[in-house]
C-alpha cells in the first residue's frame, strides 16, 4: 500500500511538471508573438504604415476570438486565434493585411488622407459615387479620392 501511493503521488507530481511545462511553453509562444508584433510596429513606423485609429489612438495586438472580430478597413472577418490590432476606445479594429499595408497615396505620391464623405465625389478608381457620410480617402492637393474598397483591393490575386 506504501508503495501505492509514493506511485500515486510521483505521478501527481510528473501531472504538475508537465502543466507547468506547458504554461511556460504558451508564456514563450505569446513573449515570441509580442517580440514579432514589436518588430512589425517598429518596421511599419520606420515606412510611416497605419498604427492608429481613427481617433488617432495607437492600436494594440490582440487575438481574434471567432466570429467577433472584423477588419475595420477590409470589412473582412478575421478567424479565430488570428493576430489583429484595435482601438477599444473606438472600436477599431484591423487586421493584419490592412495594418502593415502601406499607406495609400495619388499619383503625385501624396500620402491619402482618411476622410468622411460630405457626398458628391466619386472614386478616381472605381468611379463610384460616395454619399455623405461615407468612409473614403484623399489628397487636398490633387483633389484625388479613393473609397474604401478601392483601397482594400486585394494585394494578391488568391484573396
Given at each position: ?11 501527481q507530481?510528473?501531472e504538475?511538471?508537465?502543466k507547468?511545462?506547458n504554461?511556460?511553453?504558451q508564456?514563450?509562444e505569446?513573449?515570441?508573438?509580442e ?11 520606420e515606412?510611416g504604415?497605419?498604427?492608429?485609429c481613427k481617433?488617432s489612438?495607437?492600436l ?9 472580430c472584423w ?9 479565430e486565434?488570428?493576430q489583429t490590432?484595435g ?7 484591423l487586421c493584419?493585411r490592412?495594418?502593415?499595408m502601406?499607406?495609400?497615396s495619388?499619383?503625385?505620391?501624396h500620402?491619402?488622407?482618411?476622410r468622411?464623405?460630405s457626398?458628391?465625389?466619386?472614386c478616381d478608381?472605381?468611379?463610384?459615387k ?5 468612409q473614403?480617402y484623399g489628397c ?11 483601397i482594400?483591393m486585394?494585394m494578391?490575386?488568391d484573396?
Amino acid at each position: 500500500e506504501e508503495l501505492v501511493k509514493e506511485r500515486d503521488a510521483a505521478k501527481q507530481h510528473a501531472e504538475v511538471l508537465e502543466k507547468e511545462r506547458n504554461v511556460a511553453k504558451q508564456r514563450a509562444e505569446v513573449l515570441e508573438q509580442e517580440r514579432d508584433a514589436a518588430k512589425k510596429r517598429a518596421e511599419a513606423m520606420e515606412a510611416g504604415m497605419q498604427l492608429s485609429c481613427k481617433g488617432s489612438h495607437i492600436l494594440q495586438p490582440f487575438r481574434a476570438l471567432a466570429g467577433k472580430c472584423w477588419c475595420s478597413l477590409c470589412k473582412r472577418t478575421q478567424p479565430e486565434d488570428t493576430q489583429t490590432y484595435g482601438c477599444r476606445v473606438c472600436n477599431y479594429d484591423l487586421c493584419e493585411r490592412c495594418m502593415f499595408m502601406p499607406k495609400p497615396s495619388c499619383p503625385d505620391k501624396h500620402t491619402l488622407q482618411h476622410r468622411t464623405s460630405s457626398g458628391g465625389s466619386s472614386c478616381d478608381i472605381c468611379e463610384c459615387k460616395q454619399a455623405k457620410g461615407t468612409q473614403m480617402y484623399g489628397c487636398g492637393i490633387c483633389n484625388y479620392v479613393v473609397c474604401e474598397r478601392c483601397i482594400c483591393m486585394p494585394m494578391d490575386s488568391d484573396e
